[in-house]
Structure formats: C-alpha cells, structure tokens
C-alpha cells in the first residue's frame, strides 16, 4: 500500500539538508513501528521518496514524502507513532492511502507551491515596499537575469508566478515548482529588489513554504490540488 506523508519542518531543523531529512525519516520509520517496503536485490533500502526538497535555511509546514507499507495502520495509529519520535522541528500532520489511479510518485507530480517571505528583523527595506508589490506583479514581463556555469541570459519569469500579493503575516506567492519550471521565491525578491532600485542585504529573507500541489488540469488550464488531496485518510 502506497502512503503519503506531510510533515512540517521548522525550527532548528531548517539547517539540516535533504540527504540527512531522509535518514532521519529512515530512523523514524524504525522507531515508529512502521511496516515500510524495501527494495529486493543484494542491498535492500525503504521504497521512500522525497516532492520537492526544501533548500538548507527555509522552513516549511508542507512537506511530503512518499512509502509504500507492508502492513495497513489507520493515520490515526501511524501520526501517533511517528510524532512520538520526532525531534524538536519536525511534526508529521498527515498520513494517507494513495489510490492506485494516483499513485504516482510525488516528485514527478508537483507543478506548483505555495510560500511566504518575510524581511529578517533589521533586515527590512527603508522604503515603502509594500504598497509597491501589486504594480510589480501587474506588468506584462518581470524578467531577470538567469546565470549558469557558461552563460547569463535574460528570463521572463512572470508566467511561473501565479500568484502574488501582500498578506498581515508577510508576501504570498504562488509559484511554479516541479522538474519543467522551477522558481525559487528569492528570485522573484530579488527580481521585486531590482524594481524597487535597492539592494538586498544577504540573508535578509525568511522563506517559509505553505503546500505543494500537483496539477490535474491540462495546458489550457491549470487544476491545481494539493499532494495531501490525493490520498485519502486510513480508518483504524
């Protein structure tokens, strides 16, 4: 049976990278008594997969990470034995059954994220940013310059924002995110920074993600829904 899992990241844990997220999720596994698949062959490992890793430094209550379980356990049960044994940092908040007709891995699914940005305390521009943000997001292109290990060259990166706008607890944005686009929030601050005519100060920015989704819909129109939507809760 094939489960998907959010969990949040938070705290401390923001600085540990992905490499050591999974060991620590394959310790958890352990602990938590949780029935998980493994590979066959000459060196077995759990059939475990990862959406879209967070980069080091950035926080995140929508993280999620794909198992397939030998033996059924309600969410209930499985959320319960795994917070049991997680550190200060990470809470499971999810524990679903993934139909079969949407059992594709999670990675290869996500076409989009959600996010919010602050300025670190001390950090925040002088200036009048936010009454700002609506006519930047309103122009025809936001372009930027991508560099590569050979080359720069000029990005419209406004077709893989979906959305943007200024809430009471910081600016949300809604983002392309995926193996086709990929943008990062701090682009688009960087992006916001040079139309604004300042310059960022290094480390200024708290990046928190909300929810990652897949999208179901076609090339006309996009259907977002979140990863945790597909699955379905397991009763005990």
Known sequence: MKVRIKFAKEGAMKFIGHLDIMRYFQKAMRRGNIDIAFTEGFSP????????????????TGEYLDIEVQTEISSKDAIEQLNACMVEGMKVLSFRRIPQEKASKAMSLVAAADYLVNFREGKEPDLDYKSRLAEFYDRETITII??????????DIKPMIYALELREDGIYMQLATGSVNNLKPELVMEAFAQ?????MEP?????????????LGNEKKRSLVSL?????DIPG
């Open 45 to 60: 490992h759990m059939i475990m997969s990862f959406a879209a890793p967070l980069g080091v430094g950035l926080t995140s």
């Open 195 to 199: 139309y604004l005519g300042m310059e």
């Open 203 to 215: 480390f200024s920015l708290l990046v928190h993600r909300l929810e990652v989704y897949a999208d």
């Open 228 to 232: 945790e939507d597909l699955g379905e």
């Open 146 to 155: 991508k560099k590569t290990k050979k080359s720069e060259k000029e990005v």
